[in-house]
């Protein structure tokens, strides 16, 4: 097994200057936006991020046998997608973790559409054999609780339905920002569509063929923001951000804020720490609109031996790990926890007895997932070294991560 061992910059001290690739959420989206576009359209800046290469080249094929790899986003967008696609009929699967995480309410939905999809395997999960033809349109319901990609791939191809979609969300939305980011691409792209009281509305149309730019993805950032919260002086500028930007997980700027200040201009934005700090007083997060932040952020208050409640992971056990498990697996390797329920919605960080210095250096499992690998890596600032296992896995969003940290005076040894 290969693994890095990370070593900081010397002293702690955090300078330089980073281009971050192309949002992966956005392009996703884009991607298959075009494919519903009559003539399809030029993509500017198309992420470097696995899942959306794969997605991009399934796209393209003429297989019988798709496969999604781990990419939840790619699996579920294509599911819908595919769907739509008029006599063609295809099998779409992925990894081992893949054909664990449910696909079925986002199969029902397309049902109630009348779509033809059925279970190669597992009833509930993929693989799936779809059947693609004219589909009709018209009102149904979703669960708006596991996951807003259910959301977002039934959006993307309402608005090529014969009577368009009324799409009612049930219960407690999760992930609202990346519903909001979907419809303002439909809407860039022609598409009529309102939101009012849980219920979309998309008319019947064609999207419009335009150029599109991606912009830099701020889930990348986030990491950056971890770096310098725990470096000893830091000043770091990122590349391709803007303050406005449609993707949720720009509100790490505010969570961190006590730590680290932003600094905003002409699609960049300057990194630098912030002396005040919140070392004390009890802490409280919703991560209920920007789960993928989560892991960053609990690491880094972690480090910094915060207590913290936190709210709003549920969807957090059905991605590419149970992330809440791994998380606490991981930091109980340095004395801290994550405990709670998803019945009660409440989970506790308790870093009381976070040690910086353990007897010896532990080794960071990565579960197959890319957001493990990154927001552990940071923690070298203030562990001196650290081991991450299985480092290939941040290809999957940000495949130059590991290059990227070396640009800041990280030291990266690769280790056997």
């Not at 259910?150 to 009612?168: D, F, R, V």
């Not at 009660?344 to 308790?350: I, P, R, S």
């Not at 600032?381 to 969003?397: G, N, Q, R």
Request: proline share 4%; with cysteine.
């Amino acid at each position: 097994m290969k693994s890095y061992l990370i070593t900081p910059p010397k002293g702690g001290i955090v300078n330089g200057e980073i281009v971050l690739n192309g949002s992966k959420s956005i392009a996703n989206r884009a991607l298959i936006i075009r494919a519903l576009t009559e003539g399809g359209f030029d993509i500017a800046n198309l992420s470097n991020a696995d899942d959306t290469a794969v997605l991009d080249r399934l796209l393209k094929s003429t297989d019988t046998v798709l496969d999604a790899g781990a990419g939840g986003t790619t699996f579920r967008f294509l599911t819908a997608y595919l769907s739509t696609c008029e006599g063609r009929e295809v099998v779409l699967t992925g990894t081992e973790r893949m054909q664990e995480r449910p696909i079925k309410i986002l199969v029902d939905a397309l049902r109630c559409l009348g779509a033809d999809i059925s279970y190669e395997k597992k009833e509930g999960f993929p693989p799936l054999r779809i059947k693609g033809k004219k589909l009709k349109g018209g009102k149904i319901s979703i669960p708006a609780g596991t996951s807003s990609q259910y959301i977002s791939a039934l959006l993307m191809i309402a608005p090529t339905l014969e009577e368009g979609m009324q799409l009612e969300l049930v219960g407690e939305i999760v992930s609202l920002p990346y519903i909001l980011m979907t419809i303002n691409l439909m809407k860039h792209f022609g598409a009529s569509v309102t939101f009012k009281d849980k219920i979309i509305d998309i008319r019947p149309g064609k999207y419009q063929s335009r150029p599109f730019f991606v912009e830099a993805d701020w889930s990348a950032a986030s990491y950056y923001y971890s770096i310098v919260m725990l470096a000893q002086q830091a000043n770091i500028v990122l590349k391709g951000l803007s303050q406005d930007s449609v993707q949720g997980d720009a509100e790490i700027a505010n969570i961190l804020k006590p730590w680290v200040n932003s600094s905003f201009d002409n699609q960049t934005v300057v990194l630098k720490k912030n002396s005040n700090g919140i070392e004390s007083e009890k802490l409280s997060y919703d991560f209920l609109e920007c789960p993928d932040l989560t892991q960053t952020v609990v690491v880094a208050l972690a480090a910094k031996k915060a207590s913290c409640g936190f709210q709003g992971l549920k969807t957090l056990l059905i991605k590419e790990t149970d992330r809440v498990a791994a998380l606490d697996t991981e930091l109980s390797k340095y004395g801290a926890t994550l405990q709670g329920s998803v019945e009660d919605n409440q989970w506790e960080l308790n870093a009381e007895n976070f040690s910086s210095h353990p007897a010896t250096i532990p080794s960071i499992a990565t579960y197959e997932d890319h957001r493990m690998a990154m927001s552990f890596a940071p923690l070298s600032l203030v562990t001196d070294k650290i081991v991450i296992e299985e480092p290939h896995v941040v290809t999957k969003s940000y495949p130059m991560f590991w290059e990227d940290l070396k640009k800041l005076g990280f030291g990266i040894e690769e280790i056997f």
